[in-house]
Nanobody, 121 residues
Framework: QVQLVESGGGLVQAGDSLRLACAALGRTSNFYAMGWFRRAPGKEREFVASISRSGGVTEYADSVKGRFTISVVNAGNTLYLQMNSLKPEDTAVYYC??????????????WGQGTQVTVSS
C-alpha cells in the first residue's frame, strides 16, 4: 500500500516562488522515479518534472526549465518541487506521482490527490 500526500499549494502573485512537498507513505523501496504533473482548467494533465529515486537523473518540461527544481530526500520518501518566477499559466492542480517502471516521464503507478496552485497576474 502506497500513499502520496502533497502539500504547499496556494495563491501567489506572478514572479513569486512556492515549494510543493510530497510525502510518500508505505512501500517506497520499489520506486524507480517520482514526478510532478499538473492539470490546468480545461486542459489535459501534463508532465512537469521527474527525478530518479536516487536523485541522480532529472527531467523537466520545456515550459518550466530554469524556473522549477525537483528534488528528493530520504531515499524517495519526500519529494519537492521548488517553483520560482511563477507565471499565471502555471496555475493548475499539481499532482505528485511515483512509478515502479523504468521511466521518468512515462507510466506512473501511484498518484496523490493534488494540490492547487494559483498564480495571479
Amino acid at each position: 500500500q502506497v500513499q502520496l500526500v502533497e502539500s504547499g499549494g496556494g495563491l501567489v502573485q506572478a514572479g513569486d516562488s512556492l515549494r510543493l512537498a510530497c510525502a510518500a507513505l508505505g512501500r517506497t523501496s520499489n520506486f524507480y522515479a517520482m514526478g510532478w504533473f499538473r492539470r490546468a482548467p480545461g486542459k489535459e494533465r501534463e508532465f512537469v518534472a521527474s527525478i530518479s529515486r536516487s536523485g541522480g537523473v532529472t527531467e523537466y518540461a520545456d515550459s518550466v526549465k530554469g524556473r522549477f527544481t525537483i528534488s528528493v530526500v530520504n531515499a524517495g520518501n519526500t519529494l519537492y518541487l521548488q517553483m520560482n518566477s511563477l507565471k499565471p499559466e502555471d496555475t493548475a492542480v499539481y499532482y505528485c506521482a511515483a512509478t515502479t517502471f523504468v521511466t521518468l516521464n512515462g507510466r506512473y503507478d501511484y498518484w496523490g490527490q493534488g494540490t492547487q496552485v494559483t498564480v495571479s497576474s
